[in-house]
């Protein structure tokens, strides 16, 4: 979908543990770089390619990825993304998301404890086959070399100028974004769209939920047109007013 010039929400929906879950990435563009924001689950790179080919861009130009926070289903297609990139694509994150992304650091919602539940909760129709491949990447979740860190407050001089937002809370160093010239925030996981309305952060899948909610509060900073969550999608029903209600409530 395209929401202003040089700017789109990818929609990328596929069947998850028995269900059909919707992520939306972002792609942003200028004369000179070809920008994907997170990467979706593994083996989504298929549905990533045919999103941006039908707006008319080769997934194979991208030169720059940023990855908002470690999540399996942000970092899933990383290496793919890089694999067939003709242009060995630049990996922007926080400082403290890199060593999870990397591969240093075990990632922290995939403790022993946390996969062992997944694993029970899928459906008993479920072939072994597949059951113990999605086991095989919650133990050994996708690795990528991170190139650049991101720094809170930073201007990327990228796509008309994209501002670092560090929203930690949903993960220890989850990362938002404003595109300036559209003025669009990309919320990642800080925000999530239900049913049409704008919520704050999922407890379920927040590793701090108070320093995910202290961390709505640097979102009131900036005059937002659009916000784009990950989960959810679009929101433009007067967002500068409903984020200050979820900030301070």
Same mark, same amino acid.
């Given at each position: 979908?395209? &929401?202003?010039?040089? &700017?789109?929400?990818?929609?990328?929906?596929?069947?998850?543990?028995? *269900?059909?879950?919707?992520?939306?990435?972002?792609?942003?563009?200028?004369?000179?770089?070809?920008?994907?924001?997170?990467?979706?689950?593994?083996?989504?790179?298929?549905?990533?390619?045919?999103?941006?080919?039908?707006?008319?861009?080769?997934?194979?130009?991208?030169?720059?990825?940023?990855?908002?926070?470690?999540?399996?289903?942000?970092?899933?297609?990383?290496?793919?993304?890089?694999? /067939?990139?003709?242009?060995?694509?630049?990996?922007?994150?926080? =400082?403290?998301?890199?060593?999870?992304? !990397?591969?240093?650091?075990?990632?922290?919602?995939?403790?022993?404890?946390?996969?062992?539940?997944?694993?029970?909760?899928?459906?008993?129709?479920?072939?072994? =086959?597949?059951?113990?491949?999605?086991?095989?990447?919650? !133990?050994?979740?996708?690795?990528?070399?991170?190139?650049?860190?991101?720094?809170?407050? !930073?201007?990327?001089?990228?796509?008309?100028?994209?501002?670092?937002? /560090?929203?930690?809370?949903?993960?220890?160093? /989850?990362?938002?974004?404003? /595109?300036?010239?559209?003025?669009?925030? &990309?919320?990642?996981?800080?925000?999530?769209?239900?049913?049409? *309305?704008?919520?704050?952060?999922?407890?379920?899948?927040?590793?701090?939920?108070?320093?995910?909610?202290?961390?709505?509060?640097?979102?009131?900073?900036?005059?937002?047109?659009?916000?784009?969550?990950?989960?959810?999608?679009?929101?433009?029903?007067?967002?500068?007013?409903?984020?200050? =209600?979820?900030?301070?409530?």
């Amino acid at each position: 979908m395209l &929401i202003d010039q040089g &700017i789109a929400m990818l929609e990328i929906s596929a069947a998850m543990m028995g *269900r059909i879950e919707t992520i939306h990435p972002t792609f942003l563009w200028d004369h000179q770089n070809l920008v994907l924001i997170d990467t979706g689950y593994p083996g989504q790179f298929p549905l990533i390619q045919e999103q941006l080919s039908n707006i008319g861009f080769s997934v194979q130009d991208i030169n720059k990825i940023i990855i908002t926070h470690q999540d399996l289903d942000h970092i899933g297609s990383l290496r793919a993304m890089i694999q /067939h990139s003709s242009h060995a694509p630049k990996v922007f994150a926080s =400082e403290i998301e890199k060593p999870y992304i !990397e591969g240093d650091t075990r990632l922290v919602k995939l403790s022993p404890e946390a996969i062992a539940q997944a694993l029970a909760s899928m459906p008993d129709n479920v072939p072994p =086959e597949w059951r113990n491949a999605f086991k095989h990447t919650l !133990e050994n979740p996708p690795t990528a070399p991170v190139n650049r860190i991101l720094r809170d407050g !930073e201007m990327l001089p990228l796509c008309g100028g994209i501002i670092v937002i /560090h929203t930690p809370g949903h993960t220890p160093g /989850h990362t938002s974004l404003y /595109h300036m010239p559209s003025k669009t925030l &990309i919320a990642a996981d800080a925000l999530n769209v239900i049913d049409g *309305r704008l919520v704050g952060p999922d407890p379920a899948t927040t590793f701090d939920l108070v320093l995910a909610q202290l961390s709505l509060q640097k979102l009131t900073h900036y005059g937002v047109r659009n916000v784009i969550c990950y989960h959810g999608g679009l929101f433009t029903d007067n967002p500068n007013q409903r984020i200050r =209600e979820l900030a301070f409530a």
